[in-house]
């Protein structure tokens, strides 16, 4: 899922909006785009370092809710 919580953020205070803007100001992207990216490189960082591990393992300990958000984020983002 897109949505982080604060305990994402280790107890970051800063409300959503704000860390949107700043990520858009300064990196060209939504907070959303920049939690999935985050997310896709935990999963590639953890297929390489355990390429027998299930892809479903991968997925959820990167951050991903479900399959579907994960391979939704990949075809979005994925390629760039």
């Known amino acids: 899922s897109s949505d982080v919580c604060s305990s ?3 107890g970051c205070t800063y409300n959503r909006s ?11 992207c939504t907070f959303s785009a920049y939690v ?7 999963a590639d960082d953890l297929r390489r370092q355990e390429p027998q591990a299930p892809i479903g393992d991968i997925i959820a300990r990167s951050g991903f809710d479900s399959p579907s958000n994960y391979y939704k984020a990949k075809r ?3 390629e760039e």
Do not use: C, T
Not at 36 to 42: I, V
């Open 36 to 42: 999935n990216r985050l997310r896709l490189q935990r």
């Open 76 to 78: 979005k983002y994925g």
């Open 18 to 28: 704000y860390v949107s803007r700043v990520l858009n100001e300064e990196m060209g």
């Open 8 to 10: 994402d953020l280790g």
